[in-house]
């Protein structure tokens, strides 16, 4: 079993800055990717970006250039650091993790912005930027 605890939200002025946190515990070696989720009302959980055990790290377009997901693998953190923020950023952010090899080598960059790809889910942390 994996958990996550995420840290970091709040709230931020357009243009702003926050840094998210996720501790991970437990079988953390089994994991193959980390990645952060959002969801604003009356939308779909969307993947935001990811990390696998390649180091490999792709970003959803809406927020590349101005988010960067990075690990501590000595402290089993994840992190988002999210920059120039906009209001479109606002949402309730999921860090998750999976442990199904599907998350690493071929198939990844078509598979880690689904949901379906991961088992463990923080308890989610809100984010809300204002103009």
């Known amino acids: 079993q994996v958990q996550l605890v995420e840290s970091g939200g709040g709230s931020a002025q357009s243009g702003g800055s926050l840094r998210l946190s996720c501790a991970a515990s437990g079988y953390t070696y089994s994991t193959h990717s980390m990645g952060w989720f959002r969801q604003a009302p009356g939308k779909e959980r969307e993947g935001v970006a990811s990390?696998?055990?390649?180091?490999?790290?792709p970003y959803a377009d809406s927020v590349k250039g101005r988010f960067t997901i990075s690990r501590d693998n000595a402290k089993n953190t994840l992190y988002l650091q999210m920059n120039s923020l906009k209001p479109e950023d606002t949402a309730m952010y999921y860090c998750a993790a999976g442990d199904t090899a599907g998350l690493s080598g071929a198939g990844y960059y078509s598979r880690w912005a689904s949901p379906t790809w991961y088992n463990y889910w923080g308890q989610g942390t809100q984010v809300t930027v204002s103009s």
């Open positions: 990390i696998n055990e390649d180091g490999l790290t």
